[in-house]
């Protein structure tokens, strides 16, 4: 093997070891930071809304409202103040997400108040 030969190859080997050392790393970065999801889980229905919750983000749900009123979405975490959203007035039929937030580390459930 000639002298020139020899420093291309080294040259080579050693980008291509740096390349794949940063690959790994970077593979490793996301597999450590990105979140995995979790089923949702529900408590029991209020007038037709639900409190959804997942590792740290909650939303309230309503699939038909069946009595016109005011809600709010509560939600307990973990490590922080829990949240109470703002009164919502909807009516009756209303379908769809009506408030949502996230905790920083875990909600344990979300919940929907209500009053008329």
């Known amino acids: 093997m000639t002298k020139l030969f020899s420093s291309a190859f080294k040259r080579i080997t050693s980008n291509g070891t740096k390349a794949v050392a940063v690959g790994v790393l970077a593979a490793a970065a996301v597999a450590t930071v990105a ?21 740290t983000a909650f939303h309230g749900y309503c699939s038909s409202v069946t009595s016109a009123g005011k809600f709010r979405l509560g939600a307990k975490c973990n490590y922080e103040s829990d949240y109470a959203g703002k009164w919502v007035s909807l009516s009756r039929g209303y379908s769809g997400k009506f408030d949502y937030d996230e905790c920083t580390f875990k909600v344990t459930y979300a919940y929907i108040s209500y009053y008329a």
Do not use: D, F, I, Q
């Open 35 to 55: 979140p995995t999801a979790s089923a949702s889980s529900e408590l029991g229905s209020t007038m037709g809304c639900k409190g959804y919750w997942y590792n």
